[in-house]
């Protein structure tokens, strides 16, 4: 129960964090790569050694090198989406991707589903648009982007948590959480620091006090929102496709009620209603797992 807990906690504190980020307007990249360094040497130190030979020669190697890959390029796409198609668009299909990790947990490893798991994916999704929809002037750029941008954010981000749930299945990864976690972010960062030396100035103010608090705060979430929620699969507490549906739709809660205590966000009625689907949501998972 305790590693659902802390799987749940660094889903919600990936959110606190990006939003500081934000409104303190620290520099974005400049956190990302700190983050991705943080998990990595996080990863690198609960495992307890850099057993290069023994990563290369593991047969997840190459899904961590893909979902390494994967993770910055969606980043990438993120921020790309939210200026050509706006950040409501791109916050409802990022959030939407909760979907494709429950759904491909339950068609790849035959998960019996009952009347109430399928009610309760209907209202994850219900909520989903609900807790981030708000009315938005912002304008799109071209009919194009505004259709294949979300519909790509949506996939990789799918495709990121099903590649975990995979590797973790096939692999048997649970012994070699924190390598595997430190291996990926370590390809992330690689990524990263290769795409701000192309890209110029990027990286400018690297050494700012912001950069860096901001960026190890970030890393130490998302390294738990991967060695976690690995964790948490060996528990056996709950379903692997109700795991992902409750922490995601936790944290789709609680960044509701964050933001509007501590950051003074308004609330529309639809965002109220889409909270309370979200508490509906998670007792419902919790109830179809007992």
Do not use: Q
Not at 29 to 58: D, K, R
Not at 183 to 199: A, D, E, P
Not at 232 to 239: D, G, P, Q
């Amino acid at each position: 129960m305790v590693w659902i807990i802390l799987c749940a906690i660094s889903y919600i504190g990936i959110f606190v964090i990006f939003k500081l980020i934000d409104v303190k307007n620290a520099p974005l990249l400049n956190c990302i790569v700190v983050n991705y360094l943080t998990a990595t040497v996080l990863g690198f130190a609960i495992f307890g050694s850099l057993p290069v030979a023994h990563i290369v020669e593991a047969n997840w190697f190459p899904i961590g090198i893909l979902l390494g890959f994967l993770f910055i390029i969606t980043f990438l796409l993120v921020g790309i989406s939210s200026s050509k198609t706006g950040i409501v668009i791109t916050t409802v299909a990022s959030k939407m991707s909760l979907v494709v990790p429950m759904l491909f947990y339950i068609i790849m490893y035959n998960e019996p589903v009952s009347a109430v798991k399928i009610a309760a994916i209907l209202l994850a999704v219900a909520s989903v648009i609900l807790c981030t929809y708000k009315p938005s002037k912002e304008k799109t750029k071209g009919d194009i982007w505004k259709f294949l941008l979300p519909a790509i954010i949506f996939v990789a981000m799918g495709a990121n948590d099903s590649l975990v749930i995979y590797s973790r299945e096939r692999f048997g990864i649970s012994d070699d959480a924190a390598l595997f976690t430190a291996t990926l972010f370590g390809i992330s960062l690689l990524c990263g620091i290769l795409y701000s030396i192309v890209k110029k100035g990027t990286l400018r103010n690297f050494l700012t006090f912001k950069a860096w608090l901001f960026g190890i705060l970030l890393g130490s979430f998302n390294f738990g929102s991967i060695y976690f929620v690995i964790k948490s699969m060996e528990t056996n507490l709950i379903s692997t496709s109700s795991l992902y549906g409750i922490c995601n739709t936790s944290t789709i809660l609680l960044s509701i009620i964050i933001g509007g205590i501590f950051f003074k966000e308004k609330l529309t009625k639809l965002n109220i209603v889409g909270g309370i689907c979200a508490i509906a949501t998670i007792l419902l998972m919790a109830y179809s797992s007992i």
